[in-house]
């Protein structure tokens, strides 16, 4: 399986619930970043991970938490969430410090993971 | 605040004739610039991009021109057809930003 690949693709939780997204790419990068798309605002980045070392975070509410074990695989654990967090939530992936996007295709999205929160 | 801003959430053009979408951004250090486009259900994929030192890319039919003293930047497609429709994002970065800045989206809807 080639790309970006995101589970699951919808999901409805409760505030009080625990989940987690999961974002795998099978490209060789070695950078991976969070999403998030919200309607009529623009993609808003939430997570950076270079090298497998978080490198930026965005002042993102700590209800929501990254990690990534290795270069291929991202999380995004999610606790105690808001309505205002239903949104649809992108994972990315690029070859880092080399600019992303320099020759080819930038930035490779998944399809992303459409959230509910009621 | 928001560096990259597409001020038509929408635009709707006829199949044949030429669809234009634009953005603006407001960062000077910006210097490498892409657009996106994104199916409904679909992540976003990568249509053209341009770097400052250009003023226009061409692929196909698709064009990007660069405005760097207006900091304006468009994308055209001509012609246009159905299978266009979708959301067009722009995104502008600098160097060793590493990451990307993007605009709100613009939706074409290409009528047959």
């Known amino acids: 399986e080639t790309g970006v690949t995101q589970t699951p693709r919808h999901l409805v939780m409760g505030m009080t619930n625990k989940k987690s997204l999961k974002c795998e790419q099978h490209l060789g990068h070695n950078a991976m970043y969070w999403y998030k798309q919200s309607a009529k605002k623009p993609l808003e980045l939430m997570f950076v991970?270079?090298?497998?070392?978080?490198?930026e975070n965005n002042s993102v509410p700590s209800r929501f938490s990254p990690e990534c074990p290795n270069s291929s695989h991202l999380f995004l654990h999610l606790h105690t969430l808001q309505p205002e967090d239903s949104a649809l939530y992108l994972c990315?992936?690029?070859?880092?410090?080399?600019?992303?996007?320099?020759?080819?295709?930038?930035?490779?999205f998944g399809s992303g993971t459409r959230l509910t929160v009621v | 605040d928001q560096q990259v801003k597409q001020n038509s959430p929408s635009l709707s053009v006829q199949e044949g004739r030429i669809s234009i979408l634009n953005c603006d951004y407001t960062n000077s250090m910006f210097d490498y610039f892409l657009w996106y486009k994104k199916y409904p259900a679909e992540g976003p994929t990568f249509l053209i991009s341009?770097?400052?030192?250009?003023d226009k890319n061409e692929d196909g039919r698709f064009t990007v021109f660069l405005n760097k003293s207006a900091k304006h930047l468009s994308l055209h497609i001509v012609p246009s057809q159905p299978g266009d429709s979708a959301v067009y994002f722009c995104?502008?970065?600098?160097?060793?930003?590493?990451?990307?800045?993007f605009g709100s989206g613009t939706k074409l809807n290409v009528k047959p």
């Open positions: 341009i770097s400052s030192i250009k």
């Open positions: 995104a502008a970065s600098a160097e060793d930003f590493n990451k990307f800045y």
């Open positions: 991970y270079s090298l497998e070392e978080r490198v």
């Open positions: 990315a992936s690029s070859q880092a410090y080399k600019r992303p996007g320099q020759g080819i295709y930038g930035y490779t």
